[in-house]
């Protein structure tokens, strides 16, 4: 099962911040943070990824607490084409060469004019 | 975006017949992987693949084998398609398993078993 907890639906107006929780209180040491977005059923698009640090790409940015249990994706100006179920993964399995990544319910933002 | 392409990338067909998905990467990672999305279930690992003809089983394997001969192809198969398998198929690629990496996601095959 996912070890992350998201909201499954949010809002945010265009051209606004979007800010997207994510609870991983089980996190462990040595375990990534990622994030991932799928838009209507295409394939699942990387954003950012981190593990004690906050990273920013020309995507978006990520935020880590210092404890690890949570993290917030923003997207600093979200745009009509943002509307997709983004996904919080933390649980890599990483038993042997399987790098499997398990896929929570994800939050489903829309981004509205 | 990364080099994956699936195909096909709709396909129907009829119970107890064989299928065959591929996943061609231009990227020359050594990692790749198959999942199957359902409502309900989100992505689930089916088989991966770390070289050439070395393949292990995820998660969701029973009823599916996959080769790989050439380090830009994966190729999945139904041997004898059911109506349970009737779901949408990405590919993945990641240039190794460590924690760290990036997996990268072709743009999915949707199959139809009727």
């Known amino acids: 099962d996912a070890k992350t907890t998201q909201p499954p639906s949010m809002d945010c107006a265009e051209g606004r911040a979007a800010n997207l929780p994510c609870n991983h209180s089980?996190?462990?040491?040595?375990?990534?943070v990622y994030w991932y977005r799928q838009i209507h059923s295409q394939g699942p698009q990387y954003i950012i990824h981190g593990l004690k640090n906050n990273e920013t790409n020309e995507m978006a940015s990520l935020i880590i607490t210092e404890d690890r249990k949570s993290s917030t994706l923003i997207l600093p100006h979200a745009t009509l084409r943002d509307t997709a179920v983004y996904y919080c993964i933390v649980d890599l399995n990483y038993g042997g060469s399987q790098g499997n990544l398990i896929f929570g319910k994800g939050t489903k933002l829309s981004v509205k004019p | 975006d990364a080099g994956i392409t699936q195909s096909p990338r709709h396909k129907v067909t009829e119970t107890g017949t064989p299928v065959t998905l591929r996943c061609h990467q231009t990227?020359?990672?050594?990692?790749m992987y198959w999942y199957r999305q359902d409502p309900g279930h989100g992505l689930r690992l089916i088989h991966y693949?770390?070289?050439?003809?070395?393949?292990d089983k995820g998660e969701v394997s029973d009823g599916y084998s996959v080769s790989r001969s050439k380090t830009e192809d994966f190729l999945l198969t139904l041997e004898s398609a059911t109506s349970s398998q009737t779901s949408v198929y990405f590919c993945?690629?990641?240039?190794?398993?460590?924690?760290?990496?990036?997996?990268?996601f072709g743009p999915g095959t949707r199959l139809t078993v009727l």
């Open positions: 693949s770390y070289g050439v003809k070395d393949t």
């Open positions: 990227e020359n990672h050594r990692y």
């Open positions: 089980t996190i462990s040491g040595n375990e990534y």
């Open positions: 993945a690629i990641s240039l190794t398993s460590g924690r760290g990496d990036t997996q990268y």
